[in-house]
């Protein structure tokens, strides 16, 4: 923990450089902030769970903020609370984005590799395709056998069904969301095998 003198003195050195920022923001002044900011800011996402490189990327996003709206600012003397509250809402930002990546898997490149034939013994990979096509709703595993396995585009498979290509893209998104799972699976099984 720093001493009163020493952290007075930090105190009044970011003072001026955010002064000097404010009255003119140029990049030499901009410059002088960024080298003063930039530690805390990294430290500030790290001792919130953001890996390094993470944090390093919201910092940046941060001090653009900072440089492109600092003509916005009302009270100077609230600058560091400004400047952190822009942190705290990247923050935000990065978590709720976190919330909503659903984890899918690419069919394109399974398809190739699990041919369907009749003729195979149960546990190959063209039996566990056909068990996997079984979970999907049968409009889910259309979209996906003509998408993947026939290799339409998503327009023609709209216009051949007269759907909208939005609902198209949904089920074939909610279908590789379904399978997911199943495939993450069999990838640990093969790799546990090899």
């Known amino acids: 923990m720093l001493n009163p003198p020493m952290a007075n003195d930090r105190a009044r050195r970011e003072s001026a450089v955010i002064e000097r920022f404010?009255?003119?923001?140029?990049?030499?002044?901009?410059?002088e902030m960024f080298r003063i900011f930039t530690p805390q800011l990294v430290a500030f996402?790290?001792?919130?769970?953001?890996?390094?490189?993470?944090?390093?990327?919201?910092?940046?996003e941060v001090m653009l903020t900072v440089y492109r709206k600092a003509?916005?600012?009302?009270?100077?003397?609230?600058?560091?609370?400004?400047?952190?509250?822009?942190?705290?809402?990247?923050?935000?930002?990065q978590y709720g984005k976190q919330s909503r990546e659903v984890e899918t898997v690419d069919v394109e490149n399974i398809?190739?590799?699990?041919?369907?034939?009749?003729?195979k013994p149960a546990g190959t990979p063209a039996f566990e395709f056909h068990h996997w096509m079984t979970l999907l709703e049968s409009r889910e595993r259309e979209a996906l056998t003509l998408r993947f396995v026939?290799?339409?585009?998503?327009?023609?498979?709209?216009?051949?069904?007269k759907i909208p290509i939005g609902t198209v893209q949904w089920r074939v998104f909610n279908a590789k969301k379904k399978l997911a799972p199943h495939l993450k699976a069999r990838q640990i099984s093969a790799r546990e095998a090899a």
Do not use: M
């Not at 996402?45 to 940046?60: A, I, K, N, V």
């Not at 398809?111 to 003729?119: E, F, I, K, W």
């Not at 026939?150 to 069904?161: L, V």
């Open 45 to 60: 996402f790290c001792s919130r769970g953001c890996e390094l490189t993470l944090s390093e990327d919201l910092t940046q």
């Open 111 to 119: 398809a190739g590799r699990l041919v369907a034939s009749t003729n």
């Open 150 to 161: 026939e290799d339409w585009e998503y327009h023609e498979i709209a216009s051949a069904k």
């Open 71 to 93: 003509a916005q600012i009302r009270d100077r003397s609230l600058f560091r609370a400004w400047l952190f509250k822009i942190a705290r809402n990247a923050l935000c930002r």
């Open 22 to 31: 404010l009255e003119s923001p140029n990049e030499e002044s901009f410059a």
